[in-house]
């Protein structure tokens, strides 16, 4: 394996464990996380091998097979750490007097950019290996809270827990439908090919930044809406019709988006218990449109992405995660491929933008040792 390679040539000695964490795909479920309710995301078989083994001072050396320089990054402390560092750093930084330093060598594969999680594959691998090193005995849900914590109050990005539970808990061949309140899951059985039928992940190629900006303000207006309505979270809006007459504007929109959302996620899971996915391609185009039009964190590009994909004979598409760029998702029949992906190529071409990247979106694997 390369990634134990370049940890024997740069820390001179094995690894004591390798673990593999992937990146996710959301089927449907889009900021509903931070507001309790439920999401159905995948694993996508691109992710993150870390390579650790644990030191008795607190060093950190750290390498990545992606970064431009061939030698590791040594840090005295925590504070020290900068850019992607940041995300192994924070999980050591919130396990606290629970691990000591560590040589740690990651190779990642998930596409950069493209909004499939790529920071919550590399939390997670870490998180999993030093678990397992230090005996700590988490379960998975708990090194996603870990991966999710480290996010939050190392990086300083509000995530919810989605990323980290798809990419702790997912398996094989099955969605994870997650209830973000309870923390309860289930692993749902996504067997498209046996009804001919593909996830396209349409990769934008555009991101707007939204960490700092556009996120967490969607996040601020659906906590402000909760206080207004009396209820600590959006998730408990039972009446939406009488909710929305107490809301204005912004939040009004925001709450719509989130309550529908969620009811979105219970219904393609029943139509997938049901054996009939070809049916959930209409609440996937609903998805869209709502966080297009009531949420607001949609793009161009992933609006022209997902008309395209819908003309070209997509069952159903939508934008897929943060929003403000990043990927789209079709769900497409076999036979429909080559004219999907045809028709929003020409799209763009058409618009002189910078031609889409396609990606099978094959449910895979959460997070596993590989020693
Ligand atoms: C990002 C966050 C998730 C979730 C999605 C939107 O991926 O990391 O926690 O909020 O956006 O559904």
């Not at 820390?11 to 999401?39: M, Q």
């Not at 995301?41 to 650790?52: D, N, R």
């Amino acid at each position: 394996m390369r990634v134990v390679e370049a940890f024997r040539t740069a820390f001179g000695a094995d690894p004591a464990t390798v673990w593999r964490a992937p990146g996710r795909v959301n089927l449907i479920g889009e900021h509903t996380d931070y507001n309790d309710g439920f999401v159905l995301p995948f694993a996508v078989p691109w992710g993150v091998t870390a390579a650790v083994s644990p030191r008795d001072d607190r060093t950190i050396r750290l390498l990545s097979l992606q970064a431009p320089s061939p030698e590791p990054v040594v840090l005295a402390s925590p504070e020290q750490a900068e850019g992607w560092t940041r995300y192994v750093v924070g999980v050591l930084a919130v396990l606290g007097d629970r691990v000591r330093g560590a040589d740690i060598a990651v190779d990642g594969d998930v596409p950069q950019g493209a909004g499939l999680s790529s920071s919550a594959a590399l939390e997670v691998s870490v998180a999993c290996a030093l678990n397992e090193l230090h005996g700590l005995g988490l379960s998975p849900m708990e090194v996603a809270l870990l991966g999710r914590r480290a996010e939050n109050e190392f990086v300083g990005m509000p995530c919810g827990i989605m990323d980290q539970a798809a990419s702790a808990l997912c398996r094989e061949g099955h969605a994870l439908f997650l209830d973000c309140r309870t923390l309860g899951s289930r692993n749902v059985p996504l067997d498209l090919a046996a009804h001919g039928l593909r996830v396209l992940i349409i990769d934008t190629g555009v991101h707007h930044e939204h960490a700092g900006g556009g996120y967490a303000k969607r996040r601020a207006e659906c906590e402000s809406a909760a206080r207004t309505l009396g209820v600590p979270a959006l998730r408990d809006v039972t009446d939406l019709g009488a909710a929305l007459a107490r809301l204005r504007g912004d939040e009004r929109r925001r709450v719509e988006h989130v309550v529908t959302e969620s009811h979105r996620v219970e219904a393609v899971v029943g139509l997938l218990r049901a054996d009939r996915p070809l049916d959930i391609g209409a609440l996937l185009n609903a998805s869209h449109l709502s966080l297009r039009d009531k949420y607001e964190v949609s793009s161009p590009e992933l609006d022209v992405a997902v008309e395209a994909a819908v003309r070209g004979g997509a069952r159903g598409a939508r934008m897929t995660g943060g929003g403000f760029g990043g990927s789209a998702i079709a769900l497409v029949a076999e036979d429909r491929l080559n004219a999907v992906r045809q028709a929003v190529t020409s799209a763009y071409a058409e618009r002189s933008w910078e031609p889409p990247r396609f990606l099978p979106a094959i449910p895979s694997p959460g997070a596993h040792p590989l020693t």
